[in-house]
């Protein structure tokens, strides 16, 4: 895996380091002992998968404060969407910034996303599929949320 910082404390676009043949390619596309050198969580508990039948969509900003915010490692699996996470901590030096990127099954790219960020998206295809790794245990169903 490929880690790049972003301009936001803490948060990184994470990009595939492929091994290419004449099949198409293999590559990791999570590490726990990556993750550890690079000082990001690597205890993840949960995927979730958000599925969006009309281009346009807009699911968020969502938010978990302490004791219960999480980390996300978002990936696109189907179509193309734009990913805008916000720095909520008012500790960091990058507090109230925030950074959009595009997510898209093509580019195969994951935005990892610290706890302390507010994080949402649009879609830009009809049927896209977003794929979420998180570090907290959470279920919600209509308006009703459990952690």
Known sequence: MIMHPTSLHGAYVIDLEKREDSRGFFARAWCRREFEQHHLVPDLMQANLSYNTIK???????????PYGEVKLVR???????????????????????????????????????????????TL??????????????????VMCVV
Do not use: K
């Open 56 to 66: 346009g969509t807009l699911r968020g900003m969502h938010y978990q404060a302490a």
């Open 76 to 122: 696109c699996t189907r179509g193309r969407l734009y990913d805008v996470i916000v720095d909520l901590r008012p500790e960091s030096f990058t507090y109230g910034r925030w950074l959009g990127v595009e997510l898209t099954a093509d580019n195969r790219l994951m935005l990892y996303v610290p706890a302390g960020f507010a994080h949402g998206y649009e």
């Open 125 to 142: 295809e009809d049927n896209t599929e977003a794929l979420y790794l998180v570090s907290e245990y959470f279920i919600c169903f209509d």
